[in-house]
């Protein structure tokens, strides 16, 4: 939080001095624009040197009297104020240069002797308002910008979360690779398509159900994992092995909605063009509040090509989930384990002798 605020309090700064050096160089090129170069060094140190007046002047309109008196519909006191301020600076910018800098820095102004009469305090005055409009209408523009911009910014927020609803809702890749299953039964002329589509209804139908549960318990989500499992298993005509171990009150598990759900699915449809799809061990534990998800492929298979599917597949999860857990990969002979934990919770010691951990924020080095 302090780290936040300095930061933005340095922004401010250099914006702001970015600001009055505009200002100094703009004016000073104006009023000795095709003078020569003392004069151009004269009007330079009459805005240098008056250059505290007007930041003064500015800063106590701006960040005083509007907050304070003139937000807060303080009329009479704002008034007053301001009016004040208008005249008592302009006096002071009067004598400072008359006195001083026209006498001190060649800038091809005469010094007259009444320069207090309420006219030239007046028309003084409205020179250094000049200033304090400019800077107001550039404090506005820039907060008109940001409060558009944070705006679009929640709206984009807000689309991307009503697209996380509705892929959590109705699980369209899990859609497409039943709809692309069932087509395939139906030119095989098979006896299961019926069957296919009824239990694909019925786990989309419960899947939306579940969606608008108040209260998403994970021991739900396992019922529809297995259902996902039967499911698959009709379509392929060879059903996974998935093997649950329920430790501790399931209840208790607090992971987003559909991980698992989604990460099953992902490794089903992975493998759906394989004969044999790898063999799933599911370790739920409410006391630890995490899942681990055992993935061993077949004996077939040698240790660098199942380590490099149980990669792809990571990947792939991460793009569903990143920033939201924090998972631990392990390397078996035949695939890995994926130790999966809200990324809140303190790394834990795994008890693997080879093992590689990250946060799915921060890719993996090297």
């Known amino acids: 939080m302090r780290g936040s605020l300095v930061q933005l309090f340095t922004k401010r700064r250099w914006r702001h001095g970015f600001f009055w050096v ?18 151009y060094f004269g009007w330079f140190s009459y805005y240098l040197v008056t ?4 930041v003064v002047h500015t800063y106590l309109v701006v960040y005083l009297l509007i907050p304070r008196f003139l937000n807060k ?23 400072l240069s008359n006195e001083f800098i026209f006498v001190w820095y060649p800038t091809g102004s005469m010094v007259t002797e009444n320069y207090l009469v309420p006219g030239n305090v007046i028309r003084s005055g409205l ?10 209408a550039s404090k506005t523009v820039r907060s008109w910008y940001m409060a558009d911009k944070q705006q679009k910014e929640l709206m984009q927020v ?37 069957r296919a589509i009824a239990h694909t209804s019925e786990l989309l139908s419960e899947l939306m159900m579940y969606h608008e549960e108040n209260n998403q318990w994970f021991s739900r989500e396992i019922e529809l994992v297995k259902k996902l499992v039967n499911l698959v298993g009709l379509l392929k005509n060879t059903k996974p092995e998935v093997e649950f171990f329920i430790s501790g009150d399931p209840v208790k598990i607090d992971l987003p909605p559909m991980i698992l759900f989604s990460l099953v699915d992902l490794i089903f449809r992975k493998f759906e063009n394989e004969e044999i799809m790898p063999e799933l061990n599911i370790e739920a534990s409410g006391f630890s509040n995490m899942i681990t998800i055992q993935m061993l492929s ?20 991460e793009k569903l989930y990143g920033g939201k ?10 695939g890995c384990s994926l130790i999966i934990r809200r990324s809140s919770v303190q790394k834990m010691n795994d008890t693997y002798t080879e093992t590689n951990a990250f946060d799915v924020e921060k890719p993996a080095a090297g």
Not at 25 to 39: D, R, V, W
Not at 51 to 54: G, M, Q, R, T
Not at 86 to 93: A, N
Not at 127 to 136: D, H
Request: aromatic letters at 14%; proline letters at 2%; a negative charge.
């Open 158 to 194: 807000e689309l991307m979360q009503q697209m996380e609803d509705t892929i959590s809702r109705v699980q369209p890749m899990m859609l497409l690779f039943a709809i692309d299953k069932i087509d395939d039964m139906v030119k095989a002329s098979s006896s299961d398509v019926t």
């Open 127 to 136: 020179g250094n308002l000049y200033i304090v409009l400019v800077f107001l």
């Open 325 to 334: 857990v924090l998972i631990s990969h392990t390397k078996h002979t035949y």
């Open 73 to 95: 519909k303080h009329w009479p006191i704002f008034v007053a104020l301001f009016m004040l301020f208008f005249y008592g600076f302009s006096v002071i910018e009067l004598i």
């Open 22 to 39: 505009c200002w100094v160089l703009g004016f000073t090129f104006i009023k000795s624009f095709g003078q020569a170069s003392e004069i």
């Open 51 to 54: 250059l505290p007046i007007f």
């Open 298 to 317: 077949s004996g077939g298979r040698d240790q660098n090509e199942s380590m490099d599917e149980c990669m792809q597949t990571l990947v792939q999860f």
